[in-house]
């Protein structure tokens, strides 16, 4: 299992961009990725997934043609662009991995998880 570390949250206006990153331990290139977040009082949920290759991405309905996920692995580092934020976005954002070719939008699937970055957009 690989260890993650999630940086580049912060607090932002609403219509605003913000730019998370998952830098992992070891290399990832065997492993699909994905973006969580949970707001409080709420449920983990999926928000992106990047597949192995990073041919494939997959997106939450609520984000979908605002954020952006993209993966490095000779950084194995994975990104999260986020535009056009708006206030239900503020939760804590989760990178996860797991040994598959394809990403999965249940976090059950994931074998490694990192402590999470906090994102707090205002109105």
């Known amino acids: 299992q690989v260890q993650l570390v999630e940086s580049g949250g912060g607090l932002v206006q609403a219509g605003g961009s913000l730019g998370l990153s998952c830098a992992a331990s070891g290399r990832i290139f065997t492993y699909a990725m994905g973006w969580f977040r949970q707001a409080p009082g709420k449920e983990r949920e999926f928000v992106a997934g990047?597949?192995?290759?990073?041919?494939?991405?997959d997106y939450a309905e609520s984000v979908k043609g605002r954020f952006t996920i993209s993966r490095d692995d000779y950084k194995n580092t994975v990104y999260l662009r986020m535009n056009m934020l708006k206030p239900e976005d503020t939760a804590d954002y989760y990178c996860a991995a797991r040994q598959e070719p394809f990403s999965s939008r249940l976090r059950g699937s994931y074998d490694s998880w990192g402590q999470g970055t906090q994102v707090t957009v205002s109105s």
């Open positions: 990047i597949s192995r290759s990073g041919a494939t991405t």
